[in-house]
DNA sequence: GTTCCTGCAAAAGCTTTGCAGAAGA
DNA sequence: TCTTCTGCAAAGCTTTTGCAGGAAC
């Protein structure tokens, strides 16, 4: 998980401008413990930054992913998630509360030989099924 | 891999009716080796089948995939792609060519004792990196 | 004869784009 | 001052929905 300090070094070194806006999305991002999607982090900075528009928020988000400190989960068929945990990780959707958890898991241990040739840059790892408090109901 | 009639039983076991149209896209499923996007499976079968919409390919491909014949993949960020091998493997996207390679990867191996209590239905892997093709290049 | 399906058109929803005014460096 | 960014409105795309006519069983 990147700092918001290193965050905004990052964008810097490659000349992109720190704006209020974009500091603000930032700093959402570092802090949350879950997933965003642009409509959340919309609904939860307007009050805070009442002009805040959802192009800027695109805009952002598209400039972090391009420099990999976010990433872009693609689990729910219908909005894009955020992550500011860049470190390979597992992401179980349930299917029923729709909610979005983090799980550890070592990829390398089960890598395969057939892709020696590839050069990988992203493995992204999405379970779905049904949670513990779901399955409890 | 399921075969055409495989294919067809299920849907008839679940009182999914088997028409013309279903019929073509599930036989083009069913050969196909890539991982075909609904524009594909449309402009391949509009030929043999004129009258062919979208819609009813839309239909189709939902029945399968709620029967969990047919893997989505998400690992394209603007449209879907339809696998018709749904034994758990890797999807890797190249970056450069977007082709997509399959590769077997055995996920039991490097399971996580996080997940314990949760009840998993689909397991799915993206890498995203260059192709040895682009590579060389 | 029922019931379900097809395909058109329109709608819905997320994301991108064009651009004039505003803000960063 | 110069360049880049913001935010509005509109457009672009994939996917979904409503519905009348048609096909499956």
């Known amino acids: 998980m990147k700092t918001l300090n290193e965050l905004s070094n990052e964008l810097k070194k490659n000349n992109i401008r720190l704006t209020h806006q974009r500091l603000k999305v930032l700093e959402y991002l570092s802090n949350s413990k879950n997933h965003p999607t642009v409509e959340q982090i919309y609904n939860a900075l307007k009050k805070e930054v009442p002009s805040l528009s959802k192009t800027t928020i695109y805009n952002t988000l598209k400039y972090l992913a391009e420099l990999s400190l976010i990433q872009v989960l693609a689990i729910d068929e219908n909005e894009a ?57």
């Open 81 to 137: 998630h955020f992550d500011a945990a860049t470190e390979t990780h597992g992401h179980f959707k349930c299917s029923t509360c729709d909610k979005i958890y983090d799980f550890d898991i070592d990829m390398d241990s089960c890598e395969t030989e057939e892709l020696d040739n590839f050069e990988i840059n992203e493995k992204l790892v999405y379970f779905k099924g049904i949670c513990p408090r779901c399955l409890s109901k």
